[in-house]
Structure formats: structure tokens, C-alpha cells
């Protein structure tokens, strides 16, 4: 496969077509989502590509209550084919060892392993269970430093095709999007892995 010829080739095509295409390869697929603000317009792209499309959601238990209600919303009027996944232990036990949310500067080796504990271990168990070729994600080349480096299609560190069907829009471009379509979306977003903007969760930088 081609991907810097295929990255071209896609660069200039529709999210939906993008995603059509992956479809077309003959591979597993899966597609992510955080129901972070704008996640609908991702999962209107996968549910009109092909709404078989298993879409896993790491539910880290630490999402505020607009985020659930927006979740909810969002998949009863999408009616993505979800596939919820969650950590071992409860925010609450979590919390109660490890005092809280660590901050990646203070203390490093203890935010590593709750990004383990609440992303990176429930999607490994996602991994194993639908075991993904392609993976179609909504991550944004303008997001982060990490994902400047990437492009449309890229190959991750597992073996997997990662596909980001809006990897060159900006913020404004998704908002456009969802507005044209009226997708609904929350307001309130917490990721407990990232803790500031700017940051990686672990799941598109894990090995």
C-alpha cells in the first residue's frame, strides 16, 4: 500500500467517501469515539458510510453528566453500532488509591499507569475482542504536536491502518459541519488522561 500516494489521492475527498473507501479494502474495521464537543460529526460520517461499522467508546467513568447526555442523544438519533468498553476498577476505588487524578507534570509514573488502567487496558480489551485492520478515528492534524506528524492514512505502532476521514479540517470546518446537519453535542468535556488541551490521551501513541 502506498500511503504517501494514497494520502494525496484522498486529501481532497469527502469524510464520508474517506470512510467509504476503508470499507472497500476487505479489512476489519472499527471507528473511536470520546463523545468529546463535535464527536457527532465523526460518528454522521461513519453511521452514512456504513452504520455496521463497530464504533468503541472507552467510557473512563470520569466524563461529566453533559457528556453522557450528549452521548445518549447522539447514539439514539445516530444509532451507531457501539461497542462500550470500561476499566476493571471504578473511578470511585481509583480515586480512593491513588488520591485523585494525577497530573502528568507532578508525577509521571503514576499518570502512566492510570492511562493505562482507564484508556489504554479497556481499548487493548476492544483490540483483542473485534481484532481491527483499520481503524477510523476523528483525530485533526491541528489537534496536537503529535498529530501534525501523521496524515489521513498512516500505520500505527501496532500494525493497524489508522484512518482520519477529517484529518485536514479545522475546528471551524467541524463546527459548519455540525451545524448544517443540526448534530447535537456536549458542551462539557473532561478527558482525565489528557488533563489539559494540547495533550495525547494514549491511545493513537501507545505500542
Not at 481509583?94 to 494525577?102: K, L, N, Q, T, V
Not at 498512516?154 to 479545522?170: E, H, M, Q
Request: hydrophobic share 40%; proline share 7%; charged share 25%.
Amino acid at each position: 500500500m502506498d500511503l504517501a500516494a494514497l494520502n494525496q489521492t484522498l486529501k481532497n475527498e469527502a469524510p464520508v467517501d474517506i470512510v467509504r473507501w476503508a470499507t472497500t479494502l476487505g479489512k476489519s474495521i472499527i471507528a473511536t469515539t470520546s463523545f468529546a464537543p463535535n464527536a457527532a460529526a465523526m460518528l454522521h460520517v461513519i453511521t452514512a458510510a456504513d452504520a455496521t461499522i463497530p464504533v468503541v467508546w472507552i467510557d473512563s467513568g470520569y466524563n461529566v453528566p453533559d457528556t453522557y447526555r450528549a452521548a445518549e442523544i447522539i447514539m439514539e438519533r445516530l444509532k451507531p453500532n457501539m461497542q462500550i468498553y470500561i476499566p476493571q476498577w471504578t473511578a470511585e476505588r481509583r480515586s480512593a488509591i491513588m488520591g485523585g487524578i494525577p497530573h502528568p507534570d507532578d508525577d509521571p509514573d503514576v499518570h502512566e499507569e492510570f492511562t493505562r488502567q482507564v484508556k489504554l487496558e479497556p481499548f487493548q480489551k476492544a483490540l483483542d475482542d473485534l481484532q481491527p485492520e483499520v481503524w477510523v478515528s476523528g483525530i485533526r492534524q491541528e489537534e496536537t504536536e503529535f498529530r501534525k506528524s501523521l496524515d489521513i492514512l498512516s500505520i500505527d505502532n501496532r500494525g493497524i491502518l489508522k484512518v482520519a476521514p477529517f484529518f485536514y479540517w479545522t475546528e471551524e470546518q467541524v463546527e459548519g459541519y455540525m451545524a448544517l446537519n443540526k448534530l447535537p453535542s456536549c458542551k462539557h468535556y473532561f478527558d482525565p488522561t489528557k488533563v489539559e488541551d494540547g495533550r495525547e490521551c494514549g491511545l493513537h501513541t501507545a505500542a
